[in-house]
């Protein structure tokens, strides 16, 4: 018997109503002309999650699985609640999907524990570490009918990336969710490595959106710069994080490129569209019984995307280097207008 992974979720009182269905198993081998019904559960509304999804449909497409054609597409928002992502994963199995796409670790995990007791496949993107979060096993082989690909930060390149744009500074803060897994792990390799570039992590904890304020109103006061995570919450409150950090002049570093276009410096980064992608591809493969998702093991990028704003460094006072804006990709704007 499988076990179910345990995150400390409530079940919702809400139904998901949605439209569409499909019965078919990921282990059959499947016609040209098969028509599919994929539910899309995403666990927060922000540029990164949005870029996974048009990156994993547009696979999809690449691979001749497209949207309106011979593709059905359920698609809900969980909104950072971790009781309607189950909600959503439970009403995507009524529904007898062919495969559930579950953007963000609450909903992998979710997905993973209603789908069960089903032949119905998970294929998840943007969960930073599988392995914490029970998904995958140390060889990162799959612990049952799921696979997918990781945004594992590249955090030593971030950590050398801040270094260089700025020589003295010696506190780093990060603001993360407690609930996060991926978080709670990504902040243990930030307090491993960041001695070596003679940084000092001070590290804050909340537990929802509506923490973010007083969170970042406290920590501009005890350090040099913050960076961000891939973390869903904290993400969709970075204006209140760039609003504080501004008014103490400090700088926020992203770790993918949407952050950078709406305030941070800079980010040494993942490029979700081309993980949508690559997670597409993969989807693709079982959908057609190329492959099963048990024997995938899960994938990743390998090589960072480096990104900056050239109008945030203006207003910080800050040059950055031709050494760093001669491989990064360069803004001139911010897209989102500061509050």
């Known amino acids: 018997m499988k076990k179910r992974i345990v995150a400390g979720m409530m079940v919702a009182m809400m139904a998901i109503g949605t439209v569409g269905c499909g019965n078919a198993s990921s282990d059959s081998k499947k016609s040209s002309d098969t028509e599919y019904t994929i539910g899309i559960a995403q666990f927060a509304e922000h540029g990164s999650l949005d870029n996974c999804r048009e990156g994993f449909l547009e696979g999809l497409k690449e691979e001749g699985i497209v949207e309106g054609e011979n593709l059905t597409v359920l698609y809900d928002n969980a909104q950072t609640d971790t009781g309607t992502a189950s909600t959503i994963a439970d009403n995507y199995v009524s529904k007898k999907v062919d495969m559930i796409c579950a953007i963000a670790t609450p909903c992998a995990m979710s997905a993973y524990n209603s789908a069960m007791n089903t032949e119905i496949p998970v294929v998840y993107t943007a969960i930073s570490d599988p392995v914490a979060a029970q998904l995958a096993d140390d060889d990162g082989n799959s612990v049952?009918?799921?696979?997918?690909?990781?945004?594992?930060?590249?955090?030593?390149?971030?950590?050398?990336?801040?270094?260089?744009?700025?020589?003295?500074?010696?506190?780093?803060?990060?603001?993360?969710?407690?609930?996060?897994?991926?978080?709670?792990?990504?902040?243990?390799?930030?307090?491993?490595?960041?001695?070596?570039?003679?940084?000092?992590?001070?590290?804050?904890?909340?537990?929802?959106?509506?923490?973010?304020?007083?969170?970042?109103?406290?920590?501009?006061?005890?350090?040099?710069?913050?960076?961000?995570?891939?973390?869903?919450?904290?993400?969709?409150?970075?204006?209140?994080?760039?609003?504080?950090?501004?008014?103490?002049?400090?700088?926020?570093?992203?770790?993918?490129?949407?952050?950078?276009?709406?305030?941070?410096?800079?980010?040494?980064?993942?490029?979700?569209?081309?993980?949508?992608?690559?997670?597409?591809?993969?989807?693709?493969?079982?959908?057609?019984?190329?492959?099963?998702?048990?024997?995938?093991?899960?994938?990743?990028?390998?090589?960072?995307?480096?990104?900056?704003?050239?109008?945030?460094?203006?207003?910080?006072?800050?040059?950055?280097?031709?050494?760093?804006?001669?491989?990064?990709?360069?803004?001139?704007?911010?897209?989102?207008?500061?509050?």
């Not at 991926?182 to 000092?200: L, Q, R």
């Open 144 to 339: 049952g009918n799921i696979t997918g690909t990781s945004d594992a930060l590249p955090v030593k390149e971030q950590l050398e990336m801040i270094r260089e744009l700025m020589p003295d500074a010696k506190k780093i803060g990060i603001i993360y969710t407690t609930s996060e897994t991926n978080s709670v792990s990504t902040i243990e390799t930030y307090k491993e490595y960041a001695p070596d570039y003679g940084f000092e992590i001070v590290e804050t904890g909340i537990n929802t959106i509506a923490d973010v304020d007083m969170a970042a109103a406290d920590m501009v006061s005890k350090v040099d710069c913050i960076t961000n995570l891939t973390d869903n919450t904290v993400v969709s409150g970075l204006q209140t994080v760039l609003e504080h950090a501004n008014q103490a002049n400090i700088p926020v570093f992203g770790s993918e490129v949407e952050q950078v276009k709406n305030g941070c410096l800079a980010a040494a980064g993942i490029d979700y569209k081309k993980l949508g992608i690559q997670t597409g591809k993969m989807a693709a493969k079982i959908l057609k019984g190329q492959a099963k998702a048990s024997e995938m093991p899960f994938e990743k990028i390998t090589d960072p995307s480096y990104y900056a704003n050239t109008e945030v460094a203006d207003k910080l006072g800050i040059d950055l280097p031709n050494t760093f804006t001669e491989k990064a990709e360069v803004f001139d704007t911010i897209t989102v207008s500061e509050e």
